[in-house]
């Protein structure tokens, strides 16, 4: 673990990964929506409107599993005070909070044709806006802590513990529709069973697939531009303190 | 005892926090209990009677055979069950697309004279069942989906 936490070894392995990810990303993504939107069945319930799912699917996914990983990164940033994780929670959060706007934008237009409503209260709905807020606050936080500390992310806690606390919402979000009634249906995937067609689950999975490739890249991105801003400004320093 | 280590300390901070935070979360959940519920399925409603005028949301399937369109034109009657219990509902307006017999249903209202829902809107519940029309057709066909 600690042989991949040495900034100088992330960096040789993300300049590789970065491209692979984004361009692997980016070829299924298109794939997977191509077929979803113009080479697969409509529903026999919902009509061509079920083509919303191959996009509000792995928004949904990726919008929980990036809070996942911003927690995760946001406990050993607190416990081993590795400037990797803190730099990784700062990368994630951004994309996952799109996500987060994309599947309940999706979500509602979706709603419209087949409830007959663009939103409503119930436990499912809630509990992902809730993560929406969730990503926000951490942003905020964050951004607040960074002016405070100058970017040291070691000294930051606020945020990273705002993150973790806010993982009670994940197994909240997964479970709301099966503990209370809601509107939003069940789950359709288990790891055993699906209940959806496999000219739908296919290209379902491959734009989820594509879709989570891409999370990878841009967050990689993100933090290879984040460690480089940092020597810029360790260099800027220490040229200012050798003409001081 | 050796002391420990102040990354490991930070460490057995964090379990303890998260067993806490675990363990609060639960206990919130258990109060919240059914209140987080969005709507009543028709057994609900016979075991603890809303108080009459009190608008709740009922929900549950559209019993087959149920559904009459009333002489006014825009108002429906039909059925909501649960496969256990059912309650009659009426409604003025349009109601979704997929508002269909056997499929799920979401209504809100108030209950009127003579045990009848007055519903204000109706919302139709997707399940999680994706196929494309042709399969739907040839399941119906052999009897597996209602």
């Known amino acids: 673990m600690h042989r991949f936490a040495n900034p100088a070894r992330f960096l040789r392995i993300a300049r590789v990964c970065t491209p692979l990810l984004t361009l692997s990303g980016l070829v299924l993504a298109a794939v997977g929506l191509w077929i979803g939107l113009f080479a697969s069945p409509p529903d026999y319930q919902q009509g ?48 996952g909070a799109l996500f987060t706007a994309i599947c309940l934008v999706t979500g509602s237009l979706w709603g419209k044709p087949t409830w007959g409503t663009y939103w409503v209260w119930d436990a499912r709905l809630t509990s992902m806006l809730v993560l929406l807020f ?22 930051e806690r606020g945020a990273a513990i705002l993150a973790i606390v806010g993982v009670v919402n ?29 000219a739908m689950l296919l290209p379902l999975l491959t734009s989820l697939a594509g879709f989570s490739l891409l999370f990878g890249g841009i967050v990689l991105m993100r933090m290879r531009a984040a460690l480089a801003r940092q020597m810029v400004e360790a260099r800027g320093r220490r040229l200012a303190e050798a003409y001081a | 005892m050796s002391r420990l280590k102040p990354k490991h300390q930070r460490l057995v901070l964090l379990c303890a926090a998260l067993v806490a935070l675990g363990g609060a979360s639960t206990l919130a959940l258990t109060a919240l209990g059914d209140k987080a519920t969005y709507f009543y399925a028709p ?11 009190t608008a709740i949301r009922l929900g549950g399937l559209v019993e087959r ?7 006014d034109g825009l108002t429906i009657a039909f059925r909501v069950t649960d496969n256990a219990r059912e309650v009659p509902v009426r409604y003025t307006g349009i109601v979704p697309d997929l508002f269909r017999e056997g499929q799920g249903v979401i209504t809100e209202g108030r209950f009127g004279p003579g045990g009848v829902f007055m519903a204000d809107t109706v919302l139709a519940k997707h399940d999680e069942k994706y196929m494309p029309p042709e399969v ?6 052999v009897g597996r989906v209602g």
């Open chain 2, 65 to 71: 055979g149920s559904v009459a369109k009333q002489p």
């Open chain 1, 170 to 198: 994940l197994p909240i979000i997964k479970f709301s529709v099966e503990w209370w009634n809601t509107l939003h249906q069940g789950p359709s995937i288990t790891l055993t069973k699906s209940t959806i067609d496999p």
């Open chain 1, 134 to 155: 969730l990503y926000i606050g951490y942003l905020a936080l964050a951004s607040a802590e960074d002016e405070r500390h100058g970017g040291d992310v070691t000294l």
């Open chain 1, 48 to 95: 061509d409107s079920v083509r919303i799912m191959y996009v509000h699917v792995p928004a949904a996914w990726l919008a929980s599993g990036g809070y996942l990983g911003l927690a995760i990164s946001s406990g050993v940033a607190l416990v081993w005070r590795h400037p990797l994780a803190g730099i990784a929670a700062r990368a994630i959060a951004p994309v």
């Open chain 2, 136 to 141: 739907a057709g040839s399941l119906h066909k």
């Open chain 2, 43 to 53: 057994s609900d409603v016979f075991a603890h009677a809303p108080e009459p005028g």
